[in-house]
C-alpha cells in the first residue's frame, strides 16, 4: 500500500482566485490520478498525471482550468484556476500501480469552498 | 472505461440486520473493486474481484463476481454502527469507474 498526504486539507476561497492542492506519495508510483467529489456524489475523473509529459484530462476537464504538474515519481499538483462557487468540492488524489487494473490508494481529499 | 451501475442509492438498517448492494454492468467485466468511504473520509479499497463465479469474505462481508463477470454484489452479515459509509464499486478502466454508491446507515 501507499501512504498518501495532500495540502491543504481545506480551504476557503474567493472567486476568480486559484488554488494549488500538492499530493505527495511515500513511495515512488507509476499512475497518479486527480478526482473530484461533489457532496452526496461518486468520484468522478478530471485527470491522470503523468510524470515527465503533459496531463490527460477526461471529457469535461480542460488544462487551462485545472494545470496540472508531476515533476516527479512522488509528487502532483493540481490548481483549480479561477475559481467559482461550483468548483465547491472535494478534491482528492490517488496512486496505483497498473491504472484501472490493480487497487487504489486515495489521499484524504481537500475541501475546497468557494464564495 | 467499463461503466457500473450500483443499487440501491441508500439503505437505512437496524443493526443486526443484513445488508447487500449490487453493481451492473452492461458488458464484461475484467475485474471489479468495492471501496468504502467513511462519512467525511475517503475511500478505502476493499477488495478486488477477477474470476468468473469468485466468492470473496472478509468477516462479515461477502463479495461475489457474477458467472458472466458483468455484476457483482456485495453483503454484509449483521450490520454494525461501524459499517456505515459508502460502498462504491468501481470497474476497469484507464482509471477506474465508479458507480455512484450505496449509502449505508445503520441504526442502533
Known amino acids: 500500500s501507499a501512504v498518501i498526504s495532500q495540502k491543504p486539507s481545506r480551504d476557503i476561497c474567493q472567486r476568480g482566485t486559484s488554488l494549488t492542492i500538492q499530493c505527495q506519495v511515500d513511495?515512488?508510483?507509476?499512475?497518479m490520478f486527480w478526482y473530484r467529489q461533489q457532496p452526496g456524489q461518486s468520484l468522478t475523473l478530471i485527470a491522470t498525471?503523468?510524470?515527465?509529459?503533459?496531463?490527460?484530462?477526461e471529457s469535461g476537464f480542460v488544462i487551462d482550468k485545472f494545470p496540472i504538474s508531476r515533476p516527479n515519481l512522488t509528487f502532483s499538483t493540481l490548481t483549480v484556476s479561477n475559481m467559482s462557487p461550483e468548483d465547491s468540492s472535494i478534491y482528492l488524489c490517488?496512486?496505483?500501480?497498473?491504472?484501472?487494473?490493480?487497487?487504489?490508494?486515495f489521499g484524504p481529499g481537500t475541501r475546497l469552498t468557494v464564495t | 472505461g467499463q461503466q457500473v451501475m450500483q443499487i440501491p442509492q441508500y439503505q437505512h438498517v437496524q443493526e443486526g440486520e443484513d445488508f447487500t448492494t449490487y453493481c451492473n454492468s452492461s458488458?464484461?467485466?475484467?475485474?471489479i473493486q468495492w471501496y468504502k468511504q467513511r462519512p467525511g473520509g475517503h475511500p478505502v479499497f476493499l477488495i478486488q474481484?477477477?474470476?468468473?463465479?469468485e466468492v470473496k469474505k472478509q468477516k462479515r462481508l461477502t463479495f461475489q463476481f457474477g458467472e458472466a463477470k458483468k455484476n457483482s454484489s456485495l453483503h454484509i452479515t449483521a450490520t454494525q454502527t461501524t459499517d456505515v459509509g459508502t460502498y462504491f464499486c468501481?470497474?476497469?478502466?484507464?482509471?477506474?469507474?465508479f458507480g455512484k454508491g450505496t449509502s449505508l446507515l445503520v441504526t442502533p
Open positions: 513511495s515512488q508510483v507509476t499512475m
Open positions: 468501481a470497474g476497469p478502466g484507464y482509471a477506474l469507474n
Open positions: 458488458t464484461t467485466l475484467s475485474n
Open positions: 474481484l477477477v474470476k468468473s463465479g
Open positions: 490517488s496512486v496505483g500501480t497498473h491504472g484501472g487494473q490493480d487497487e487504489q490508494y
Open positions: 498525471a503523468n510524470q515527465g509529459s503533459e496531463a490527460t484530462y
